[in-house]
């Protein structure tokens, strides 16, 4: 994981935070050059393509350089710290730091300057990086050091922050554009601004308060000059708003994001597995009204005092029964050995939106849980996946899935299965309709489910069972006994 460059630097690499990932985002440097680092001290934060996750310096040392900025992409084994150890690491930090101060500018040139303050950490966070074992006071982030200059990094980062409050100082008088050696100062939403509009920041005459470029002067770089007729702009170029326009408008007509951690591995992965496992959809409309009641109940039961119970508790349960009824359905294709595989065992992979985009955590050996023990699990996976603490390992090794679409208020869909896995449960929202129930035309809580299947494992009739089992459990939850 680290190698070293000569006797009193140690260059700390990217590690694989997952199992076969190739990259990583940097989110945030939490150390900068100069700073004194110990064994297990959180450095940065990065996002891989199944979770956000801290990491730990594995020695003592002096922050050298940062060598990759916030945002950046990394390959795993590419070396993004040098720590200076030994007794030769104070002495050295500080010619280190005048070497570093270009790459150090990219890091952090697009935050505000930080007061000194130690960072909070968030509550119940902790790095989750295999093989640290960090403890929770060893994890205590430390304040980053300031400028060499202090009032001039006062100075600063008061401009900076009263022209972000829009009552900034007066403008200098001529102000000059920055010379070709050094990066232009502006925040990120202007840096933004910018790159929609087409304009080389480096170009730009800054307004702002210690040479920082405001989005006016980035609208006065790609406004028509006097005289010269509106059309002249590039095509490229959308023309600045009118003054009177609101600030929502005032960007390009279209907006690119980067495809990169969760939304680039999801988007890998359901092409991947669309193009490889051959899908089979099947759809029924079941009546659950039975289970409704049921639901209700059990909110009253004093076992379940505390815990999260929902349709999906039942769903979830409905369709390990229809599992143990057919264990052929639980089961994955090893391509290069020509085997299918049957899980003797089911790790239940739960479908959830967060702001990182959708992740599919799994709850390991959900077979075995009684009904209390599975709506214990189901809350924590939730509240987990919500507060983005979700860890790697909870998304890996999942056999089948249920994702609960009715949530949104649609009425199902044809989900594509998580590669490696057998089967997929779509689940449509519940909604009073009529129906027939002993003869009689009458309101019903209905709803669709459609499983999606791998056709090399799973045929017609076995996928057609272990959805008429999960409809009939769901119709009659009684079923969850005598079906036990």
Known sequence: MTTMTDSSVREFKMPDVGEGLTEAEILKWYVEPGDTVTDGQVVCEVETAKAAVELPIPYDGVVRALHFPEGSTVDVGTSIIAVGVGDGAAAAAEPVQEAAAEPVQEAVADTPATTGAEEPKPEGRQPVLVGYGVSTSSTRRRPRKGAKDPAAAQDASAAIQAEMNGHGPSAPAAPAAPSAGDRP???????KLAKDLGVDLATVVPSGPDGVITREDVHAAVAPAPGEAPG?????????PSPAAPASYDTARETRVPVKGVRRATAAAMVGSA???PHVTEFVTVDVTRTMKLVEELKQDKEYTGLRVNPLLLISKALLVAIRRNPEVNASWDEAAQEIVV???????????????LIVPNIKDAQAQTLPQLAGSLGELVSTAREGRTSPAAMQGG????TNVGVFGVDTGTPILNPGESAILAVGAIKLQPWVHKGKVKPRQVTTLALSFDHRLVDGELGSKVLADVAAVLEQPKRLISWA
């Open 275 to 277: 193009f490889t496992a």
């Open 399 to 402: 056999t089948v899935t249920i």
């Open 185 to 191: 100062l502006a925040k990120p939403p202007v840096r």
């Open 343 to 357: 899980k003797h065992y089911v790790n239940l992979g739960i479908a959830a939106a967060t702001p990182r985009g």
């Open 232 to 240: 002249a702009a590039p095509a490229a170029v959308a023309p600045a």
